[in-house]
Structures are given as structure tokens and as C-alpha cells.
């Protein structure tokens, strides 16, 4: 977001409190999508420019930004204990596990972390943002990525791609194995067929 784009921002947030309910989804919108881009900055604008009135309830993620900020950004390479988020039951802010694959848009974006809603579980997985591999484009917005761990997740790299990439890629390969049992069992069946001959 540049100058303008934010400035525009935090003066609908000071006037929250006399917008349309349109204008007010709108408006929250707004925020998620500058939070995935700079979560401190969309918390910070937040704070400064919402009025204590309004009745606005702000993004979860906009919510957890304190919680992410003094738990998880500067300890990025150790493990630490998953938290229960703001007035959410049964949600948390993690790490992410080796070996596991999360689905879901990037909500939130920090110098040291990627900040990825679970489609699964809900959770907010707090990945550290130097391990992660990319595979798509950065310019993408609103777009589900799936984020994998082959191997260690705290120390390790995470392989990032779009779900769409995932999708066809795990297709691929389910025809490549199909095709290779087809060609197995025709292969089989000349076999068997050229020993019947040879008889």
C-alpha cells in the first residue's frame, strides 16, 4: 500500500463509526489485505486511527498482532508453545509441525514471519519467513497456498505453492502412476500372451 492508500484507510477507520454495514465490510477488507502485506503496520493504523467508540470488531489477525509480535517474531528459530487467540475457542497461533502440509491464504505479513490461516484447523501457523521456498508469484492476492515441510519445520524449509500448482501437480502425479500401472499390466499381458505362443 502506498502513502495515499493508507491515508485513505485511516480516515475511513476515524469514520467507522457512521459507515454502511457495506461500508464497513468494505472497510475490514481493506485492513486484511494491508495486514497480508504489513500486519504491524495494519495493527499500528488501527490503533491510532480507530475510535474507542466505533463499534468495529478488527480482524482476527489485526487482534493477534501484540500476541505474534511478543511471542513468536523475535524466537522464530526455537520452538515455543502454542497460544490461544483473542476471544476466538479453540483457535491458536502456532508454529508450524514437520512433516505437515497447511492450506489457506497468507493473513499476515512481519519482518521475520508469514502469518498463514489453517483452512483445516482455523489456526493462525506462524511460519519463519526466511525458510520459506516460494514457488509462485508474489504479486498474488487473495490466493490460497499450501505450505509443506518435508523435513524439520524449526530450522527447516518450507515449500510454498499455490494450492492450484498443489492440486495439479498431486493429480499429475496420481496419472503418472496410473499410466505406469496401465503400461505394467499391458506389458504383463504381452508377456503372458508371447509365453502362451512360445508353447
Known amino acids: 500500500m502506498n502513502k495515499q492508500m493508507i491515508a485513505e484507510l485511516a480516515a475511513r477507520l476515524e469514520q467507522a463509526g457512521s459507515l454502511s454495514n457495506a461500508d464497513r465490510v ?3 477488507k481493506d485492513i486484511e489485505r ?23 470488531r478488527l480482524p482476527r489477525i489485526v487482534q493477534s498482532a501484540p500476541r505474534i509480535a511478543k511471542h513468536f517474531e523475535e ?3 526455537r520452538q ?6 483473542p476471544l476466538e475457542q479453540d483457535r491458536q497461533l502456532r508454529q508450524p509441525e514437520a512433516g505437515r502440509s497447511y492450506t ?6 512481519t519482518p521475520n514471519c508469514v502469518v498463514q490461516l489453517d483452512k483445516e484447523t482455523g489456526d493462525f501457523i506462524v511460519h519463519p519467513r ?3 521456498v516460494r514457488e509462485f508469484e508474489p504479486s498474488e492476492k487473495d490466493v490460497d ?3 509443506r515441510y518435508p523435513s524439520a519445520a524449526i530450522g527447516g524449509v518450507g515449500l510454498v ?6 492440486v495439479q501437480g498431486t493429480a499429475m502425479e496420481m496419472g503418472m502412476s496410473a499410466s505406469h500401472g496401465h503400461e505394467h499390466s499391458t506389458r504383463a499381458h504381452h508377456l503372458t500372451h508371447s509365453m502362451e505362443m512360445s508353447k
Open 130 to 132: 526466511n525458510s520459506l
Open 26 to 28: 468494505a472497510l475490514l
Open 34 to 56: 494491508y495486514a497480508a502485506r504489513d500486519l504491524y503496520g495494519a495493527a499500528r493504523l488501527c490503533k491510532d486511527h480507530l475510535p474507542k467508540d466505533a463499534d468495529l
Open 145 to 147: 497456498v499450501a505450505i
Open 75 to 77: 524466537r522464530m528459530h
Open 161 to 166: 505453492r499455490s494450492v492450484e500448482a498443489a
Open 104 to 109: 489457506g491464504p497468507v493473513v499476515g505479513t
Open 80 to 85: 515455543r508453545s502454542a497460544i490461544d487467540m
